[in-house]
DNA sequence: ACAATATACAACCGTATGGTTGTACTAATG
DNA sequence: CATTAGTACAACCATACGGTTGTATATTGT
């Protein structure tokens, strides 16, 4: 359930960064605030806050906060999204496969 | 089968913009050399060959010649390889509700 | 109330990206 | 074999991105 509809150059542009993946992975089991993710890479804790920043935006992660600290959730929502666009791909591609071999078959059918 | 290991930087890079979605999408069932495909689009040819060099550095689509065209076609492995990447994100989400419920089913079992 | 902790954000720098135009290479056709 | 169609690529421009440091804003603990 998408509270917005899924903005995919920013979702697929947050992805296309190892960092940002890691974090979303990390962020799938853990409960870490940002300066406990940040300690993770060797980069100043500024960068990793713009790096969630901005998967915040993309829809891939939410924050929420607990006590003096804001704790980062991957949203499960969002990587559904990224990846439905990629299956409906994947079924596009198998579409056309089907069609062509009905094609040939039709073809067949004709020729005799 | 994929001869190089996936870069995911450049393949999700690569998926962050509408006009390479879009000529990924087409790909999959069109037979379109790279000026066809430009056709389509409200920039350059230019623009849209830098595009579908782009793709094909990203390993999402592959190009051939035919006659005196190249044509592009969407490279199944590539879309394959991007979308396992966020299975297994999912999965690793489903792990952890998993644990959870265990975790929860040990802490009652030990409780009464 | 104040000091300490945790997060946010602005300003800046170098490099990558998305677009342009112009030029050069390659292959089919008359 | 000269022309034309189709593709590739270089140079350039504006803007976005990944990183830095420095400053401001919340929240907690004493």
């Known amino acids: 359930m998408q509270l917005v509809p899924p903005d995919f150059d920013r979702m697929f542009g947050a992805l296309a960064d190892a960092t940002r993946r890691d974090i979303v992975r990390r962020a799938i089991d853990s409960e870490e605030g940002v300066a406990e ?4 890479y060797p980069m100043s804790f500024a960068a990793v ?7 915040e935006r993309a829809g891939l992660v939410t924050k929420r906060r607990i006590g003096r600290r804001k704790v980062v959730r991957t949203n499960l929502a969002g990587l559904i999204a990224a990846r439905r666009l990629l299956d409906r791909y994947e079924e596009l591609w198998r579409g056309r496969v089907d069609r062509m071999t009905q094609l040939i078959t039709d073809t067949k059918e004709t020729d005799r």
């Open 49 to 55: 806050q713009k790096h969630i920043a901005l998967l």
């Open 37 to 40: 993710l940040a300690s993770h």
